[in-house]
């Protein structure tokens, strides 16, 4: 019961603690003020070829923005402590990335599935995917992605991606996977 009450504990910590951090990213410009004239009074500007004030503003040429990441740029899984559905933060990057992706292109969707490793019973190990698949698919909605983009399935501890009865096995298969659809 406990051990229940901590994993929710920590789930609540983690996902209040991403809520701050985006809230850290607004600006506190007031945008019912008015801006401060700084510039001073000049003569016209006038074009070298013609005689003529310039009256248009000249278009401002940037470079390209940076293409958004594609998805063989991305992890396909991140990882998942023993008996946790945390998401852990060495993973954010991923998560924002995919976040980011799916924000670029409202038409793609995305596949969340959760693994465990062989340790629990069939029924425990499902019911844990799923809570691991569902965590990753609410920190992608914390961060902008339409739920409507996002699915969630559990595979417990039915494909594994590493076999034997090892810690390095094990940490191999308590993942979720990001599957496009």
Known sequence: MFKHLKSRTALAASLLGSALWLAGCGSTVKLDEPKADTTTPSAPITSSSTSTPATAVAPVVTAPAAAEPAAQNLPTTIYFDYDSFVVKDEFRPTIEGYAR??????????LIEGHTDERGGREYNLALGQK??????????????????????SFGEERPAAEGASEEAWGKNRRAEFKAR
């Open 101 to 110: 992706l799916l924000g670029a292109q409202k038409t793609k969707r995305m």
């Open 132 to 153: 691991r698949a569902e965590a990753t698919v609410k920190a992608l909605t914390l961060l902008g992605v339409s739920a409507d983009q996002l699915e969630a399935v």
